[in-house]
């Protein structure tokens, strides 16, 4: 995968916050980015337009990445539109948090569904369709690593997608597909910051060395450098783009 050009992205959950910015740089790298969401339209439609009007090529797929067929018809939409898939970016994740104990079914089957069985449907329509020498990064979190509490059923659907990232690299076995993981800290966004007291936030902005909280911007230059040239050894591994927290 010597150049960008003519590579095409799809990335999931990419209307906002992290995804965003992971396919505004993927744009500004050379992809043909497809902009994946799953709700309002204007987000993506905005995004899209910014992206073509800075000399990017961008479109918009909706897709519940939990609905089977919903994730097939985006993979038939991006070969249509532009002939196949070389990189997918599972960003598409949702967040809920409470102990064990007070864990509710609702939520629980709602991380399921989006977090780890959205990345499962997505990596099974890549480990078909993605074009020889692609690329797939996966979202996992460094609360994977840290365990904090409240976290269990969250950081419990990232550790499933870190070890599908493992086993999927091994199986593309042949074909030139490096599969990843990106592992970020805390990064200001609203998922982040939603419900979070100003102290919260600052205490756990100096947790790691850098003593301060990651930005969209942070994290999609580590999915920018593994979707790239550069990134072209790193396989079956995951990233913590943390600022050293752990």
């Known amino acids: 995968m010597a150049s960008n ?5 799809l990335v999931t959950g990419a209307s906002r916050g992290i995804g965003a910015a992971v396919a505004e740089r993927l744009a500004r790298d050379g992809f043909t980015v497809v902009i994946n969401y799953s709700g ?5 439609e905005e995004l899209a337009e910014k992206i073509e009007q800075a000399g990017g090529k961008a479109l918009t797929a909706k897709a519940d990445v ?3 067929e919903a994730v ?7 070969e249509t539109a532009f002939g196949g898939v070389d990189v997918l970016v599972n960003n598409a994740g949702i967040m809920m948090l ?3 104990a007070e864990a509710d079914d609702v939520n629980f089957d709602r991380q399921i569904s989006v977090n780890l069985k959205g990345t499962f449907n997505t990596l099974r329509e890549a480990a078909k369709r993605l074009r020889d020498g692609g690329r797939v990064i996966n979202f996992s979190t460094s609360v994977v690593g840290l365990k904090l509490e409240t976290y269990g059923v969250y950081a419990a659907t990232k550790a499933a997608v870190e070890t599908l990232t493992a086993i999927m690299a091994k199986e593309m076995r042949g074909r030139n597909i490096t599969v990843n993981a990106i592992a970020p800290g805390p990064v200001a966004t609203d998922l982040f910051l939603n419900g979070k007291s100003d102290e919260l936030v600052a205490r756990m902005a100096k947790m790691n060395p850098l003593e301060r ?3 969209p911007d942070d994290i999609a230059a580590a999915v920018a450098f ?3 040239p550069d990134g072209g050894w790193i396989n079956g591994q995951t990233l913590r783009a943390n600022g050293g927290v752990i």
């Open 213 to 215: 909280l990651g930005t």
């Open 66 to 68: 939990g609905d089977v």
């Open 226 to 228: 593994l979707a790239g």
């Open 72 to 78: 097939r018809r985006m993979f038939d939409a991006a």
């Open 40 to 44: 309002n339209a204007a987000p993506a």
């Open 5 to 9: 050009e003519n590579k095409v992205a």
């Open 98 to 100: 409470s102990s064990l």
